[in-house]
């Protein structure tokens, strides 16, 4: 069974710190790796998406891949209130088939 | 604003009633998706639609009937469901045909089945 694997949570970080947000994925053939972020009652956007290993930013947004370690992860820097949602690790695997993760519960206390 | 658009919002329908959910799309996308999300569990795919053509069907009952009228359209069709089958019912597009993960969501019917 191919499987992403993130903690629920929740993770609670103060206002301005860095969030670290942890996926780990079962097929060593997978190829493309996402993050989705979800806010209560709402439905997933996506924020990140990374295809080579090492990082990728995008404004307070990083996306680290370590295939080698089968470990993808999103840090968040100046964590907002706004951040506080749930976010999805996604990956794409060696069968092309889009695997979501449960999603890690992100709590950012002002 | 979402450029996928979902209605209803909400939907209540009894276990003999027969409705339909109905997703749109401007953005020239040729992939469309039906997804179901349960309460504090990830989505989880239902049907793909590549360049009008069903593509993955991930075993849904026959209760769940999808129709894919044009390349911007994306319907759901619903009968004699069950309590279980309330969810929220996610419509995603995306640019390339069925094997991608940049998917764009609409907001989502949430349906209650009584």
């Known amino acids: 069974q191919k499987e992403v694997e993130q903690n629920s949570g929740p993770l609670s970080v103060p206002e301005g710190a860095i969030a670290s947000l942890n996926c780990t994925y079962s097929?060593?053939?997978?190829?493309?790796f996402f993050w989705y972020r979800q806010y209560s009652g709402k439905s997933p956007e996506l924020i990140m998406s990374?295809?080579?290993?090492g990082d990728k930013e995008d404004g307070r947004f990083t996306a680290q891949l370590n295939k080698a370690s089968q470990y993808v992860s999103l840090l968040i820097r100046d964590s907002q209130p706004s951040d506080s949602a749930t976010y999805l690790c996604?990956?794409?695997?060696?069968?092309?088939?889009?695997?979501f993760g449960s999603g890690t519960r992100l709590l950012v206390r002002p | 604003d979402t450029e996928v658009t979902q209605t209803p919002k909400h939907l209540v329908m009894g276990m003999t009633n027969k409705k339909s959910l109905k997703c749109e799309q401007h953005?020239?996308?040729?992939?469309m998706y039906w997804y179901k999300q349960k309460a504090k569990k990830p989505p989880e795919l239902m049907f793909v639609?590549?360049?009008?053509?069903?593509?993955i069907n991930e075993s849904v009952p026959s209760r769940f009937s999808p129709e894919c009228p044009n390349s911007s359209l994306l319907n759901l069709h619903l009968h004699a469901l069950q309590p279980e089958d309330s969810a929220l019912y996610l419509c995603?597009?995306?640019?390339?045909?069925?094997?991608?993960?940049?998917?764009?969501f609409g907001e989502g019917s949430r349906l209650t089945v009584l």
């Open positions: 097929d060593r053939g997978s190829q493309s």
């Open positions: 995603a597009s995306s640019q390339e045909g069925g094997n991608t993960g940049e998917l764009f």
């Open positions: 996604a990956v794409i695997d060696s069968s092309y088939k889009l695997i």
């Open positions: 990374i295809y080579s290993n």
């Open positions: 953005m020239g996308h040729r992939a």
């Open positions: 639609y590549s360049y009008e053509k069903l593509s």
